[in-house]
């Protein structure tokens, strides 16, 4: 829903949405260096956590087919 059509449909909360406007314009804040850092390994930690289950499931994929599947 477009911020005008809410306007529209309840003109009595017209002034509290200007002041949460106001309040939230500016609220976002930057990552210290440490946190990039921290939010950067997390990130490159995950990734490696999955590459590790599908080198898993992968490798458990191989012992099947050569041991069960063509026996």
Known sequence: MRNNEYEFQYP????????HRQQHMYAQEQMTGGEKVHFI???VMAGLAI?????????LFLLFCTKVWFV
């Open 51 to 59: 590459l590790a289950v599908f080198g898993v499931v992968f490798f």
């Open 12 to 19: 009595e909360f017209q002034e509290e949405l200007e002041e």
């Open 41 to 43: 390994a997390g990130a």
